[in-house]
């Protein structure tokens, strides 16, 4: 057991042992015990937050969600209202906003749950600002979208360095690393020609964790940090993007050059808005959306017309099995074939399986066995 505060003070201090060490080939094995350390701890403390019931009662509802995160007065509220109509209090101050406020966007089909977050500030990751209720909103996330303030535009970087301490990843893949643990013959590292850390520091992590026998294979290059994630095994992986507020404040030539800086060094796809003139919405929403990796599916009856105005919404890769599931479980058995027209059909009304994979658009007809 690790009480909150003695492990949010231990991590404070390892996270400045860290800082202070200066990055060469002498520290780098010390500087991969510390990650690991860190990691370790809040493992620990996370997992009793959870028993402890810790984090806000939101329910995932709706085709996908997603939350907004920005520091306060950046606009999360003025654009949940632009978003979903839902008015949640609009001031002019810091923290308006203390718990987790939800809204639907209904935008082509699909229903996109919307959550208002507490802003995020510096130091969450320590538990001020309630760390593990954030945590807690910010894993069940399809996608963050991050609301800045243009005039503002360094706290982006706060907000990704923060939500990385809350091992958050943004926009990262999930390392494709393998662990087959053993009893006896010490710890031996597959690298497959990829880049990999240093072998003192796989070793060092490992031990950290008590991990003495085993193989570990690599199948991507996978740095120090990833390494340490994918041992801990305590990282949230999030879709992220950027809604770059308040351009009704700067001349175009601001929102271009900062745009551009923030793409650049985030890779993030940015969005220029103004929550309060409702300029740019409508892209914001298709950005969103196809961020989502959603797919609309139109039903068409055998001899009928297909139903333009209500798909189903799915995730992508879903197939035809999906699509029944969607319209009756008790269906699925009974599943013949189905007819697809369009972006998953090679021609009109191609016949296939329950197995092929659906595309964003698809007009389906699925024949069933009575
Ligand atoms: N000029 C301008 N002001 C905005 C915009 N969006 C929000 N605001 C103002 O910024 C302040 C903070 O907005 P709010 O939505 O409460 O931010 P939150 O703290 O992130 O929820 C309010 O006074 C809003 O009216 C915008 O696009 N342009
Ligand atoms: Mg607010």
Do not use: W
Not at 63 to 84: D, H, Q, R
């Amino acid at each position: 057991m690790i009480d909150k505060n003695s492990g949010n003070k231990k991590i404070e201090e390892l996270q400045e042992q860290y800082s202070k060490t200066k990055y060469n080939k002498a520290t780098n094995k010390y500087l991969g015990i510390l990650r690991a350390k860190i990691a370790k701890i809040r493992r620990e403390m996370e997992s009793q937050g959870r028993k402890a019931g810790t984090g806000y009662a939101v329910r995932k509802t709706g085709n996908a969600t997603v939350v907004l995160v920005g520091f306060p007065n950046a606009g999360k509220s003025s654009l949940l209202g632009v978003l979903t109509g839902v008015q949640s209090k609009v001031a002019d101050y810091a923290f308006t906003t203390l718990e987790v406020i939800p809204g639907m966007l209904e935008y082509e089909g699909a229903n996109i749950q919307v959550l208002d977050l507490p802003g995020l500030i510096q130091g969450a990751h320590v538990g001020r600002g309630g760390s593990l209720k954030i945590i807690s909103v910010v894993r069940i996330a399809d996608l963050i979208l991050f609301v800045i303030d243009i005039n503002r535009p360094q706290e982006l970087y706060q907000l990704i360095e923060e939500l990385e301490m809350l091992n958050i990843r943004i926009n990262q893949k999930r390392p494709a690393v393998r662990l087959e643990k053993s009893f006896a013959g010490g710890v031996n590292i597959e690298g497959n020609g990829h880049r990999i850390p240093a072998k003192e520091i796989i070793l060092s992590v490992l031990n950290e964790f008590k991990i003495f026998n085993g193989e570990i294979i690599f199948y991507s290059d996978t740095t120090d940090q990833q390494f340490v994630d994918f041992v801990a095994d305590n990282c949230v992986y999030v879709r992220g993007a950027v809604a770059l507020n308040k351009i009704d404040t700067v001349d175009q030539r601001r929102v271009d050059s900062a745009r551009k800086e923030i793409e650049s060094r985030t890779g993030l796809r940015v969005i220029p808005i103004s929550a309060k003139m409702t300029e740019n919405i409508e892209v914001l929403k298709g950005t969103v959306f196809s961020g989502l990796d959603l797919i609309r599916i139109y039903l068409k009856p055998k001899d009928g017309e297909a139903d333009m105005k209500n798909p189903l919404v799915l995730e992508s890769g879903a197939t035809i099995i999906d699509v029944v599931r969607k319209i009756n479980t008790k269906l699925l058995k009974s599943i013949r074939y189905a007819y697809v027209s369009g972006p998953s059909s090679k021609f009109p009304n191609q016949r296939v399986g329950e197995d092929h994979k659906v595309r964003d658009g698809d007009i389906v007809t699925v024949v069933f066995d009575f």
